[in-house]
């Protein structure tokens, strides 16, 4: 390394501008060998940067949104499924829903790919620049409960209003205790008409109050949850059960 090389070097590590550092080398070599001018030059090695911070960005909202499995819609057989509205779910992929805070709600039998499509919706929103938090409805039923016995359920509730999208899958599997219940209550209450949520269920939701307990409540949280949201029905045969099924036939 040169002498002019070592000091651009350290310029670019003040200004934190690892892409260029990363990258100005073979940016010079092509514009030398295709004659650019020198503002072509210093566009096309700022290209990197804005690259580069595009990507761990992403890869940064991807991290902070504790998605379960890598699921991504290029993977989804929606031929598998033919009663999902498959240009509704491309839609979603626009993301313009979760500028408007509504909601979705994906329900279904087991296996159907419900919890796929939410992985793949919330990873297309971290490309998109949303700040996204998938929880199982379980986990985060946990999570407030253990919160309020601490004291910092009013520090978490701070956190939530920083998410543009929480996910809440596989609400309808374990029943909730009464105070949990309440907790989930308050938290959709609390995102309605601030935030997006996605939830996804096994149930109908006329079967909800088998997991809330109280009629009153679940129908007060329906109403709220339901009001501005694009609702999938997804039931259908089973994946899971379908692709065991063809590996022992062949
Ligand atoms: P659910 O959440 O509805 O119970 P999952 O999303 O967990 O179902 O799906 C079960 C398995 O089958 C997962 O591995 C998922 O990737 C796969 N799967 C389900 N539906 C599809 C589909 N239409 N195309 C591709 N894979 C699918
Ligand atoms: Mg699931």
Not at 7 to 33: I, P, T, W
Request: with cysteine.
């Amino acid at each position: 390394m040169n002498a002019t090389e070592l000091r651009l070097n350290a310029y670019l590590k003040a200004l934190k501008l690892s892409g260029v550092a990363r990258h100005y080398k073979s940016v010079a070599q092509d514009a030398e060998a295709t004659g650019q001018s020198y503002v072509d030059f210093l566009a096309a090695v700022f290209e990197q940067e804005i690259l580069k911070r595009e990507q761990s960005g992403i890869q940064f909202r991807v991290q902070q949104a504790h998605l379960p499995l890598p699921k991504t819609l290029d993977t989804f057989d929606f031929t598998a499924i033919p009663s999902l509205n498959k240009a509704k779910v491309v839609t979603l992929t626009h993301c313009e829903w979760i500028d408007r805070n509504e909601n979705a709600i994906l329900v279904g039998n087991s296996g159907t790919g419900k919890t796929h499509l939410a992985i793949s919706l919330g990873y297309i929103a971290c490309q998109a620049g949303k700040r996204v938090r998938f929880y199982t409805a379980a986990g985060l039923v946990n999570d407030l409960t253990a919160a309020q016995k601490e004291g910092t359920l009013a520090r978490l509730e701070r956190q939530w209003r920083r998410w543009d999208l929480v996910i809440l899958d596989e609400l309808g599997y374990i029943p909730f205790s009464p105070t949990g219940s309440q907790l989930l209550f308050q938290f959709c209450s609390e995102r309605y008409e601030r935030g997006s949520l996605l939830i996804t269920s096994n149930l109908e939701f006329a079967r909800w109050t088998e997991v809330f307990g109280d009629e009153k409540l679940t129908t007060a949280l329906l109403d709220r949850l339901t009001h501005r949201a694009h609702i999938f029905p997804m039931n259908g045969e089973s994946y899971r059960f379908r692709e065991s099924i063809r590996r022992q036939q062949s």
